[in-house]
């Protein structure tokens, strides 16, 4: 199976700052994916990037992704209150029916 | 309209009952999974169903069974209950695995 596993397991930060989390994985992938947990509530999916892809924006979200590295970061730019959760990476894998496995995440405070 | 629901959202039972929880989607996706999340926040796959077929079955004890009447629906049972079972569960569904995961809000089951 495939498991990413977050860098820091926690980041506080002032509003207004970046916050810059980081992913790192095992072996090829077809897509990585991050996701969003609030406290008490479901995972919210925030973006895909595919293999071959480097960079990609969604709002004030950016995603890196270094193959060779086997790693992939997320930045948060103007964090905001709200921004306050914990981060998931999710790396799948190319072949077969592979398990998605979550890590433990990045828990992210953003303080007002 | 919720897009991936799950019920009941709390379960207090007592050592040794059978409970089930519940899980729909209405986004018409073909892959279906259920997530355990211990209190650490490590997210776990547990079972994987696409098109009503089981694809992936983790190690989990077989006092818990899936049970996917029509792909829209995915059902956890779960038979005689263990104190160790208490977690959160999470349903989500998905086109397939090369596209983001729709979580449904958790089911926080907690035995006694």
């Known amino acids: 199976s495939q498991q990413g596993e977050e860098d820091p397991q926690a980041l506080s930060i002032q509003e207004g700052e970046n916050a810059t989390m980081n992913c790192s994985y095992k072996t090829s992938i077809n897509n990585l994916q991050w996701y969003r947990q609030n406290s008490g509530r479901g995972l919210v999916h925030l973006i895909l990037i595919r293999s071959n892809e480097r960079e990609k924006h969604s709002g004030r979200l950016r995603v890196t992704l270094d193959t060779s590295k086997k790693s992939s970061s997320l930045l948060i730019t103007a964090s905001r209150a709200a921004d306050t959760a914990s981060y998931f990476c999710?790396?799948?894998?190319?072949?077969?029916?592979?398990?998605?496995?979550f890590g433990i995440g990045t828990k992210l405070q953003v303080i007002p | 309209d919720t897009a991936v629901s799950q019920t009941p959202k709390y379960l207090v039972t007592q050592m040794g009952n059978d409970k089930s929880i519940k899980c729909e989607q209405n986004?018409?996706?073909?892959?279906m999974y259920w997530y355990k999340q211990d209190s650490k926040k490590f997210l776990k796959i547990m079972f994987s169903?696409?098109?009503?077929?089981?694809?992936i079955n983790e190690t989990v004890p077989n006092r818990f069974s899936p049970k996917s009447p029509d792909k829209a629906h995915l059902n956890l049972h779960i038979n005689s209950l263990e104190l160790g079972d208490s977690a959160v569960y999470f349903c989500?569904?998905?086109?397939?695995?090369?596209?983001?995961?729709?979580f449904g809000s958790g089911t926080r089951l907690t035995v006694v």
């Open positions: 989500a569904s998905s086109p397939d695995r090369f596209y983001g995961y729709t």
């Open positions: 999710a790396p799948t894998g190319s072949g077969g029916y592979q398990k998605v496995t």
């Open positions: 986004l018409g996706h073909d892959t």
């Open positions: 169903y696409n098109n009503k077929e089981l694809i």
